[in-house]
């Protein structure tokens, strides 16, 4: 009997760790350790010894004022995880970059700014962009940044835009919506204008596509 109360203890601290892990995420301007006893329904000596514990492991910070936020832990994990996201979004991407003709491409945030995750190039084109993974942008500007920005309302239709990021290029996108944690979208890039009522609906399908293989 010893041994299962400790059990359940200890499963009861890791079940209030992560839900404390989940509300410092969803606090871009992060929380106090009384906001987060509120909220948790637990007192504040017990978010101390939990904050203590997360941040050991690098998972949350206490800034200036004593707020909480991510610590960067949590982009490791999120680093480690990108290979998963990139090969369960490949068979929708080739099947997008075959039908638009275009490269297509998988973006997520992180540290703020758009990071294409995930290229496929057509094979049937006699020229396309030449996109590689790695390439960050701000939110701000191109397809891909503008879907996630739109995604984030819950709008889920395709954006175009033409020469944002690159003079020449044109692109559409749509957010990647229904996955917990993640912020992405999945767009085609251009040399030539795309017609956002051809190929949205294309890259619509895509995205709802990854979604449902990433859930």
Excluded: C, K
């Amino acid at each position: 009997m010893e041994t299962e109360a400790r059990g359940a203890e200890t499963a009861q601290t890791l079940d209030r760790g992560l839900r404390l892990l989940h509300l410092v995420a969803d606090a871009p301007s992060g929380l106090t350790v009384t906001e987060a006893a509120n909220r948790l329904g637990i007192g504040r000596a017990a978010v101390y010894r939990l904050v203590g514990a997360l941040t050991g492991h690098g998972m949350v910070r206490r800034d200036g004022d004593g707020r909480l936020r991510l610590g960067l832990g949590v982009l490791h994990l999120a680093r480690r995880a990108q290979p998963l996201l990139a090969e369960g979004a490949l068979p929708a991407l080739r099947r997008l970059a075959e039908q638009a003709g275009a490269t297509a491409h998988l973006t997520v945030v992180e540290g703020g700014e758009g990071v294409a995750l995930a290229v496929v190039e057509p094979s049937w084109t006699s020229f396309h962009v030449a996109y590689r993974a790695g390439t960050r942008h701000p939110l701000e500007r191109g397809a891909a940044g503008r879907a996630i920005l739109a995604g984030r309302s819950g709008d889920a239709r395709p954006v175009g835009t033409a020469g944002e990021l690159q003079s020449g290029a044109y692109g559409v996108a749509a957010p990647v919506l229904g996955v917990p944690g993640l912020e992405a979208s999945v767009g085609v890039v251009a040399l030539a204008p795309l017609d956002v009522d051809a190929v949205g609906p294309q890259v619509a399908a895509a995205a709802s596509a990854i979604a449902a293989a990433l859930s």
